[in-house]
């Protein structure tokens, strides 16, 4: 019995001190970044750069694990589960946004089980046709559209893609239905593109430039606010005649819910470091996607994007009536 | 002249040092995957994309492909040895070459399996060389309602692959239909048959499939024969290499094989899974020995075996020429391209010349030494099937299960694999086949797939299969193909005449 108040007071003061002296030993083992998705696509590459890079100024190895399934909801829902800790840490797409409005029964929420760390890319996006498809300008496109609207199929990487979204704000953007073509995947999509089995697609940067420089495809716009410097000779959307349409794949950091903010503020440190780092802005700029500013790669600016987003998407989502589950 | 120059820089580029190396190196790794059961291709490349970022593009992508076709030339060992076919395009091989292996010609149908093989790699990396651009230019052509009938008649020759009752074969090609159902619809992501659980969201994987209904199952199988054996062949090993008579029987086999499987190689999707199934089928219906097939023939090792290796290599066409991944180990193939900070794409050929004829080349040499590596491997390889059971079955359900949880790191589907070890083992009681199954759950889904786009951008037209002269040739073919099995009681009696002069 005697012994007790030294126990209560060792509790005590390892409460309180526990979090300083486990931030400042922060990291002390191997951490790991999920990846919702399987290895080798756009997602996969953003992360495993953006994984090397941090763990390379954080001094500690970053290694990256595939949970893929589910448009990425296995692997969120893998990471709300997991221990705040800062050893476990996650990147995702415009799909955290999306996923509340695509799935009825998500079994995590966006918002209260991630501590947001901060944006990491944005990728434009661009629309594009089939060689042979008579419009030659983004007008004569909408106009064409309207005209045709039982003829003319809009293909997307299937539902909750960007793609799809992209595709879906379109004709809302138009007031148009067209016929929509889900396929598996940006690769069989692009193959009935340039085969002329489908009309036009809106898909990021990173899967269309080659095709577009190698004249496989034709392009009308992409969907950022400034030119993309990969392809200086397209139009934005608004300079092409579509005002207001502005399309976003970006890519973000998250924690689980009640990770310790010293060890947040760690890795917002070494995000916004890994983001100047030259190699990786070069392989980004390869890749067709832009690394933030540094007063984006922060949890506020990811807080916000992520609400805003979220608002954004649900109202075309669920005019479209579609779920993923 | 310039096919001279261009393989030149190919030479050039492959016959470095460093670049052998690599190239030697993949193909180990992939004949070492290969042979593990379960462990595929996709998940080996997917854990060594990081070590590819410190190589030179050229050197890390021919590794990577040699893993790839190193890994369908492995993955035939064990289909032959013991029964587990570790990759889609090795399920029939299991069919006559498990027989072989059991009637203790397991060195001759491995020897067979190599040589087709190495034919076949020869013969499509050649074709690669010379017509990838156009080549890929007639894949595309095939649209969906082409792709639909071409899955049709992949279906009904599924049928052929049994050598029992014909109504077995059907019911077990509905089933196969109905587990590929399972998961996330494409059009409007409804769930079907998922019973809530996420892990099924995306539909069970073949290899959890294939590895319950053929591994599990047959180590279930074994057990019950009871203690006195010592391994899974009883029967002595004769010789290890092919007869006069053997090489007579699987040439025509293999160039047809090969034929095949470059075709449906070139076409993005499942055309090289379909490959094998396609010249096992054609075999069985056209050779003299047809009655032999699913009994240990010669032929049903050696067409798939060139079929399979065939499409292997003209599975790069899609991807070398246009960018576009027409499997998940080609869609890693292009990551690898990118993480190096090369577009995938139509220019890959005419900008970085040293790669594309880098890569074709090296192909060749990967071949040349798979047979070098592997034929002086037979003789250690038959000897595993004399290792006695106790030591065998427990590694070999291992690595089952390790492949099978590297698929997606989730223990989820071993117990799933078992389930499918039970259900293989009461089929296998009931005198049902796993093959057709096994062909239709890898098609059904495929062939919704495209059926409903083809609907789609028809508009609700069926008449878009007829009206396609691919399509309609395909769907023909079928229809001859499907007359063929149901004139019924001629062929029946025929074969069982055959078994009692036997």
């Known amino acids: 019995m005697r012994k007790m108040p030294h126990v209560h007071l060792l509790m005590a003061l390892a409460l309180l001190v526990g979090s300083p002296v486990f931030a400042q030993d922060y990291p002390s083992k191997v951490i790991t970044m999920i990846i919702p998705f399987s290895a080798g696509g756009p997602t996969d590459t953003v992360g495993r750069l953006t994984a090397q890079a941090m763990g390379q100024s954080l001094k500690s190895q970053m290694i990256v694990e595939n949970v893929a399934g589910a448009g990425g909801t296995i692997g969120a829902a893998r990471v709300a589960r997991s221990d705040p800790d800062g050893y476990t840490i996650f990147i995702h797409h415009i799909g955290q946004s999306t996923a509340p409005s695509l799935y009825r029964k998500l079994p995590y929420n966006v918002f209260n089980d991630f501590e947001p760390i901060g944006l990491v890319t944005d990728g434009p996006m661009t629309l594009v046709a089939r060689k042979d498809f008579p419009p030659t300008t983004l007008k004569e496109l909408i106009a064409y559209a309207k005209a045709n609207k039982d003829k003319v199929t809009c293909a997307n990487a299937g539902l909750g893609a960007a793609s799809h979204l992209a595709g879906m704000l379109f004709m809302t953007a138009i007031d148009t239905d067209l016929t929509t073509i889900p396929y598996k995947g940006t690769g069989p999509a692009m193959n009935d593109l340039m085969g002329g089995q489908v009309d036009f697609m809106i898909d990021q940067t990173t899967n269309t430039t080659s095709q577009i420089k190698g004249g496989k495809i034709k392009v009308y716009g ?101 779920y993923a589950d | 002249m310039e096919l001279l120059t261009n393989l030149g820089i190919g030479l050039s580029v492959a016959l470095t040092p460093a670049n052998l190396m690599y190239c030697l190196v993949g193909v180990f790794l992939g004949t070492l995957i290969g042979v593990l059961p379960g462990l595929g291709p996709t998940a080996t490349i997917s854990m060594l994309l990081p070590i590819t970022f410190v190589l030179p593009p050229v050197s890390a992508l021919i590794m990577l492909a040699g893993i790839y076709y190193g890994s369908q030339y492995g993955g035939s060992t064990t289909s032959i040895l013991v029964n587990l076919p570790g990759e889609a395009a090795s399920v029939v091989t299991t069919l006559d070459g498990y027989q072989m292996a ?138 290890l290499m092919p007869s006069r008579e053997d090489w007579k029987r699987m040439i025509k086999p293999i160039l047809r094989g090969t034929a095949l499987g470059s075709a449906l190689g070139i076409l993005p999707g499942s055309g ?231």
């Open chain 1, 222 to 322: 992409v969907t950022t606010k400034k030119r993309v410097p990969s392809l200086p000779d397209v139009p934005t959307m608004d300079e092409a005649g579509l005002p207001n349409f502005e399309v976003n794949v970006w890519h973000a950091l998250y924690a689980p819910k009640g990770t310790p903010k010293p060890v947040i503020d760690k890795l917002v440190k070494a995000l916004q470091q890994a983001l100047k780092d030259q190699t990786v802005m070069q392989r980004f700029a390869e890749l067709g996607v832009v690394p933030v500013a540094e007063d984006r790669a922060t949890p506020e600016a990811l807080r916000v994007q992520l609400k805003t987003e979220v608002d954004k998407w649900a109202p075309i989502i669920k005019k479209a009536g579609v």
């Open chain 2, 102 to 239: 059991l009637q203790g010609r397991a060195g001759v149908a491995l020897a067979t399996a190599a040589i087709a093989s190495f034919f076949a790699g020869t013969v499509s990396t050649m074709l690669l060389a010379l017509f990838a651009p156009p080549l890929a230019e007639i894949a595309l052509k095939f649209g969906p309602a082409d792709y639909f009938s071409l899955m049709v008649l992949g279906l009904v020759a599924s049928v052929v692959l049994a050598h029992g009752s014909l109504l077995h074969a059907i019911g077990m090609v509905v089933l196969g239909l109905l587990l590929g159902l399972i998961g996330s619809d494409v059009t409007s992501g409804g769930q079907r048959f998922t019973f809530g659980l996420p892990q099924l969201a995306d539909g069970i994987g073949f290899v959890v499939v294939a590895m319950g209904m053929f591994g599990v199952s047959e180590i279930i199988r074994n057990l019950e024969a009871g203690q006195s054996r010592s391994g899974l062949v009883t029967e002595k090993i004769t010789h």
């Open chain 2, 272 to 502: 090289s899974i379909l490959g094998s199934f396609a010249a096992y089928s054609l075999e069985k219906k056209i050779s003299k020995y047809s009655h032999q097939f699913g009994k240990g023939a010669i032929e049903g090792v050696a067409a798939p075996e060139a079929a399979n290796n065939a499409g292997a290599q003209t599975s790069f066409i899609p991807m070398l020429t246009l960018g576009i991944p027409s499997n998940p180990v080609m869609a890693l193939m292009v990551g690898a391209m990118i993480i190096q900070g090369i577009q995938p794409g139509p220019s890959v050929i005419t900008e970085q010349p040293a790669l594309f004829w880098g890569i074709i080349v090296s192909m060749w040499i990967g071949n040349l030494f798979l047979v070098i590596l592997n034929l002086p491997m037979i003789g250690l390889w038959v000897r595993i099937i004399m290792v006695p059971y106790q030591f065998l079955y427990p590694a070999i359900l291992s690595f089952c299960a390790i492949g099978v949880f590297s698929l997606n790191n989730s223990e989820f589907d071993i117990f799933l694999m078992a389930l499918f070890g039970l259900l293989g083992y009461v089929l296998s009681k009931l005198d049902c086949e796993p093959a057709p199954m096994l062909l239709a759950f890898i098609l059904g889904p495929l062939m919704e797939e495209y059926l409903r786009r083809a609907m789609l951008l028809s508009r609700g037209d069926p008449m878009v299969f007829l009206r396609r002269p691919i399509s309609a040739t395909l769907l023909l073919i079928a229809l001859l193909s499907l007359l063929l099995v149901f004139i019924p009681t001629f062929s029946k009696t025929r074969e069982e005449a055959f078994v009692d002069e036997g």
